[in-house]
């Protein structure tokens, strides 16, 4: 497995995102046994970038991986997040990024883990109750102390990024980038290249709709968030299914799985990119980490570039509020005891799709499920 830097750390180019394994899929949390054995057959083929967050379960996904890398600590680069559980307010599933709840936060995934560092540690969120600035500054203090190694933001905005990054140079953003979300094309990659950030694609696969072989929205058992995300219902879904085929052409092509080409794709757009495809499964990451010998032609990657534009926002209505905003673009406090009220219509450039109703910058916002990224 080929090596590429995010800012000066170190990882496999093909990461492992471990979030399915507990949590917001079909099956998620039912053979821990099966994810260790995948998390390990990862190792085996090269994979040393592992991926949680203190939400997924919560808490059980680092339990998960705690278990899984005992033994094997030095071989892998443990990224986990923070920030979408508010241990101040009594464990309360909201955006909390102050400094307490940080300092709470790491001691806690800390010990899940197993770990006595963690190699890169993510705001899952920007949180409007608390400037970019406090939060960096308080990671700062965790990176001298020796308790996390880099700074890592997910889905921020551009302003965020430059912000947090003048206070304490930030190695990597997490982000939702495949080819049916495209968002970060416009501003924000341009934006780390100029700072010297790396990219970490969530859902690279398109929440697994990439892979072709989810072709009915009745394949989703009744706890997968998917059954309600506005990609995988009604026309939208019918619609969709074209760009499935369309990969799927490639991929004959280029004698390769759908999974593989999209992968490929994603590692075609530079050597400060490092996706993290999420599985349950041995021979699925057997499959994705062999995406790292593809080499897509010119030709390929133009039809890949071209595909039909999805139709759907990639999660529902509230949790759209939360991705690629600035803390100045959102509410100065939350009040989460109330819904967020109707938004404005928009269309998020990138999205490539029909106009998406999404919260407004001035709106509240509230944290409706913490099973998504």
């Not at 005891?337 to 029909?354: C, E, M, S």
Request: hydrophobic share 35%; with cysteine; proline share 6%.
């Amino acid at each position: 497995m080929r090596h590429i830097k995010l800012g000066d750390l170190d990882v496999s180019r093909i990461g492992l995102g471990a979030m399915g394994m507990s949590a917001a899929y079909t099956g998620a949390g039912t053979d821990d046994a099966e994810s260790i054995r995948n998390i390990h057959r990862a190792l085996d083929l090269g994979v040393t970038f592992l991926d949680t967050a203190e939400t997924y379960g919560p808490f059980t996904n680092e339990e998960l991986i705690g278990r899984a890398v005992k033994g094997h600590r030095d071989e892998v680069v443990l990224a986990t997040k923070f920030g979408r559980i508010s241990h101040t307010r009594g464990g309360a599933r909201i955006l909390d990024s102050s400094p307490a709840n940080i300092r709470t936060a790491v001691e806690g995934s800390l010990r899940r883990l197993g770990t006595g560092h963690i190699d890169l540690y993510y705001q899952h969120r920007v949180d409007p109750g608390t400037p970019i600035e406090d939060t960096i500054g308080a990671l700062a203090g965790l990176v001298a102390e020796g308790k996390i190694r880099y700074i890592g933001l997910s889905a921020a905005g551009p302003a965020s990024i430059r912000r947090a990054h003048a206070v304490h140079p930030v190695a990597a953003l997490q982000s939702e980038y495949s080819l049916w979300t495209r968002d970060p094309e416009a501003e924000v990659l341009p934006l780390l290249r100029e700072l010297g950030i790396g990219l970490v694609p969530f859902s690279p696969l398109g929440h697994g709709f990439l892979t072709g072989t989810i072709r009915s929205a009745g394949q989703f058992g009744d706890g997968d968030w998917r059954k309600n995300n506005p990609r995988f219902t009604g026309e939208n879904f019918q619609y969709n299914l074209r760009i499935a085929d369309e990969v799927e052409a490639v991929a004959a092509e280029a004698g390769a799985t759908p999974a593989q080409v999209a992968l490929a794709w994603l590692l075609a757009k530079g050597d400060d990119i490092a996706p993290i495809p999420g599985t349950k499964r041995v021979s699925r990451v057997e499959e994705n980490t062999a995406a790292d010998g593809i080499e897509l032609t010119a030709g390929q990657v133009g039809k890949l570039d071209n595909l039909t534009p999805a139709l759907g926002s990639t999660h529902e209505e509230a949790d759209m509020g939360l991705i690629g905003h600035d803390t100045d673009q959102l509410a100065p406090t939350c009040d989460f005891d109330k819904p967020p009220r109707a938004g404005t219509t928009a269309h998020r450039p990138g999205n490539q799709g029909t106009p998406e109703s999404r919260v407004a910058p001035h709106q509240v916002v509230q944290l409706t499920r913490w099973r998504r990224r």
